[in-house]
């Protein structure tokens, strides 16, 4: 049974940051790439970065590019979003998942950015 189990959100003030960590079993993570996305209540999962299987690429959606940073450890079946000099409009529900639509996620961790 595939399973993604994520961490590390939290409450944090604009300029701020977290280090999200999604853990995978059930299935071969070191072969899978590996997305995160996020979501805002009402709307729609907005993908917000891609790692593929060996780390030798990544990309962002250009509203976090330069301030995320997307990496993985597959002995560790573990995907982290290092997230810098957080903004308002990064508040949303994370996700890990297998596809950049947000199908096959996991149950996410809250990201609130506030004063």
């Known amino acids: 049974l595939m399973q993604l189990v994520e961490s590390g959100g939290g409450l944090v003030q604009p300029g701020g940051s977290l280090t999200l960590a999604c853990v995978g079993s059930?299935?071969?993570?070191?072969?899978?790439?590996m997305f995160w996305v996020r979501q805002t209540p009402g709307a729609r999962f907005q993908w917000v970065s891609t790692i593929n299987e060996k780390s030798t690429a990544t990309s962002y959606t250009p509203s976090v590019k330069g301030r995320f940073t997307i990496s993985r450890n597959n002995a560790k079946n573990t995907l982290y979003l290092e997230m810098n000099n957080l903004k308002t409009d990064d508040t949303a529900v994370y996700y890990c998942?297998?596809?950049?639509?947000?199908?096959?996620r996991g149950q996410g961790t809250q990201v609130t950015v506030s004063e």
């Open positions: 059930g299935f071969d993570f070191s072969k899978q790439p």
């Open positions: 998942a297998l596809s950049p639509t947000g199908d096959r």
